[in-house]
T-cell receptor, first 115, second 111 residues
């Protein structure tokens, strides 16, 4: 299994440009999520999905869109990039088992710089 | 997820046992306690999860007292490579869709 993959690894955007960060997992996990991590800070949840066709907002959703058309893929779209969105973006996936047990698997991250 | 409180940072020396305590006073009956480790420039990695008493794996031990209002992650005989940020999360995925990370504990191992 490849686990959780993210592309690209690095990206530089100009203010106002749009782009899509790709995330895919091959573990048939129902739950997927996107986090951003600013330098020296913890992770902040952007959007998440509990299954194909279902998405919801996390802590910091403004400026980002997501969709979940398949179980495997969960792309994150930046609508109009701003310097405040310079960050490292992590995608994660998890299976959901009744009783509360879960373990999130994280991708390697995408380092985004907006100038 | 239940709110958690953990120290912002800790220092220790190689070969020592390190204990990181997490407070979660409003833990719910069905909540599990999960710890993640994050090295610089990498995504977090699951370390250990437990519900009550003690859980041990090849990496760490997790001690949970009977009232479950706190938990302690124990790392035996740490090395420089254990320098990382450690996050404590409390919740139940089937109920709490939002998996929120706090700021974590920045552990620095000294030679």
């Amino acid at each position: 299994n490849a686990g959780v993959t993210q592309t690209p690894k690095f990206q530089v955007l100009k203010t106002g440009q749009s782009m899509t960060l790709q995330c895919a997992q091959d573990m048939n996990h129902e739950y997927m999520s996107w986090y951003r991590q600013d330098p020296g800070m913890g992770l902040r949840l952007i959007h998440y999905s509990v299954g194909a066709g279902i998405t919801d907002q996390g802590e910091v959703p403004n400026g980002y869109n997501v969709s979940r058309s398949t179980t495997e893929d969960f792309p994150l779209r930046l609508l109009s990039a701003a310097p405040s969105q310079t960050s490292v973006y992590f995608c994660a996936s998890s299976y959901s088992i009744s009783g509360g047990y879960y373990e999130q698997y994280f991708g390697p991250g995408t380092r985004l710089t907006v100038t | 997820l239940a709110k958690t409180t953990q120290p912002i940072s800790m220092d220790s020396y190689e070969g020592q046992e390190v204990n990181i305590t997490c407070s979660h006073n409003n833990i719910a009956t069905n909540d599990y306690i999960t710890w993640y480790q994050q090295f610089p420039s990498q995504g977090p990695r699951f370390i250990i999860q437990g519900y009550k008493t003690k859980v041990t794996n090849e990496v760490a031990s997790l001690f949970i007292p009977a009232d479950r209002k706190s938990s302690t992650l124990s790392l035996p005989r740490v090395s420089l490579s254990d320098t990382a940020v450690y996050y404590c999360l409390v919740g139940e995925l089937s109920r709490d869709d939002k998996i929120i990370f706090g700021k974590g504990t920045r552990l620095h191992i000294l030679p």
